[in-house]
């Protein structure tokens, strides 16, 4: 079982700054891939950012050069630091890991509850 639960969402003024955690727990398998989406009302749900290996990375277009995806695999989490926040950022925003599962093997997608995200214009 999989197991992912985020943090760190709230409230903020636009240009401001918030930090996303995720941690994900369980047992019998090994992470290919972290990634935070976001679900906007009426939209959507959009990949944000992504992390492959340790420092593998890949943002979208609007959050490129504002936002950065770091992962400490010693505790199966990662993080997104959001900065220079608009108005336009405002969403639910989801971790998602994709693992391998051992012994049995194959690959699995999984997600957490989603955490909040308002900037404030």
């Known amino acids: 079982q999989v197991q992912l639960e985020e943090s760190g969402g709230g409230l903020v003024q636009a240009g401001g700054s918030l930090r996303l955690s995720c941690v994900v727990s369980g047992s019998g398998f090994s992470i290919n891939t972290m990634s935070w989406y976001r679900q906007a009302p009426g939209m959507q749900r959009e990949r944000v950012a992504v992390i492959a290996g340790e420092n593998i990375t890949n943002y979208a277009r609007p959050v490129k050069d504002r936002f950065t995806i770091s992962r400490d695999s010693a505790k199966n989490t990662v993080h997104l630091q959001m900065n220079r926040l608009k108005a336009e950022d405002t969403a639910v925003y989801y971790c998602?890991?994709?693992?391998?599962?051992?012994?049995?093997?194959?690959?699995?997608?999984?997600w957490g509850q989603g955490i909040l995200v308002t900037v404030s214009s």
């Open positions: 998602n890991t994709n693992v391998r599962h051992w012994p049995v093997g194959g690959d699995g997608d999984y």
